[in-house]
């Protein structure tokens, strides 16, 4: 089981130019033409690069899909005014996903900072203990990637974020904090909910 | 196994899936070119006609009756895209019927 895992949930795979190698030419001259503010050269940026951007912030904004395509058309806005700030030290792609990186987590802190997004979520922080499902219904990856999204749209908007950032951002409890300018146990709180609330679905669907 | 292990485990196991190879729709593309386009056109002329056919692209049928228009550079540097319909068709359907060739609205339906 160990070795079928994938990569660390939030790193970046960048296929293509590797990171640290000098850009491909037909890059540079893309970007260079987009600089001079060549249409096509425009066009084909955004023939580019929009697909993969626009799976990078699906995967980490799921089940969010309205929120997508604003979010996609944020990265390219920041690109396009940092553009002749681009230091060719990765890929483009590279340096777009990681615009686009920072826009999610900007989102992820927004959400989670409004106080209305917390409030009326029913308190399941005493519900009873639940099973936990068992580790050979993790084996099944499509199943279990197609149930886990169909619980996470489920959720309050509030749970399925902080349940994102924490375990598919791997980001800690701490950080996660920090950045919504709430207490550590305030969030570690707000997770326990989250976890009690999905597992309740989770069994509640059965396999 | 605890909280923790199944959510860690979970993650692992459903992050490799979501969104993998999920492309952009068309009318997003087309809404992300025309953005872009207004940005790059609000901080000073694009790129001409001439000078943009000159670097090896093709020009639509409407851009090709701009670059022959009298009025030099200020002219062909203007963007015959925003009053398109090819752009307003594109922004809103995901196939929609426009068949222009070298029109990037007809491009991003395309791919």
Not at chain 1, 4 to 19: H, K, L, R
Not at chain 2, 76 to 104: D, G, K, Q
């Amino acid at each position: 089981m160990q070795s079928d895992m994938p990569s660390p949930a939030g790193s970046i795979v960048i296929t293509g130019t590797p990171q640290g190698e000098p850009l491909a030419s037909n890059e540079r001259i893309l970007l260079e033409a987009v600089l001079k503010k060549d249409r096509k050269a425009t066009a084909e940026f955004v023939t580019r690069y929009a697909d993969p951007i626009y799976g990078y912030v699906s995967q980490r904004l799921a089940p969010r899909a309205d929120l997508v395509e604003d979010l996609v058309q944020e990265v390219f806005l920041v690109a396009l005014q940092k553009l002749d700030t681009f230091t060719e030290k990765s890929s483009v792609l590279g340096w777009l996903l990681g615009i686009a990186k920072h826009k999610v987590e900007d989102l992820y802190r927004a959400r989670l900072r409004e106080p209305e997004s917390l409030a009326d979520i029913e308190d399941s922080s005493q519900a009873g203990p639940v099973d936990l499902p068992g580790f050979d219904e993790l084996i099944d990856r499509a199943r279990a990637q197609e149930k886990t999204q169909r619980i996470l749209a489920r959720l309050p908007e509030a749970y399925g974020l902080v349940l994102l950032w924490r375990y598919w951002e791997e980001h800690s409890t701490k950080e996660m904090a920090a950045q919504t300018g709430k207490t550590e146990k305030a969030m570690e709180r707000l997770l326990a909910r989250a976890r009690a609330h999905f597992r309740r679905l989770w069994e509640g669907e059965g396999s | 196994m605890n909280d923790e292990q199944f959510f860690t485990i979970l993650a692992a196991n459903t992050d490799a899936r979501r969104g993998a190879g999920e492309r952009a729709p068309a009318r997003l593309k087309s809404r992300l070119y025309s953005t872009l386009i207004a940005g790059q056109t609000a901080s000073g002329p694009l790129l001409s006609l001439p000078a943009t056919q000159a670097a090896g692209r093709p020009l639509c049928v409407f851009e090709n009756l701009l670059r022959v228009m009298p009025g030099g550079e200020r002219v062909t540097s203007m963007n015959p895209c925003r009053v398109c319909h090819a752009r307003v068709l594109a922004e809103h359907f995901e196939s929609p019927p426009i068949y222009w060739p070298h029109c990037p609205y007809v491009e991003f339906r395309r791919r």
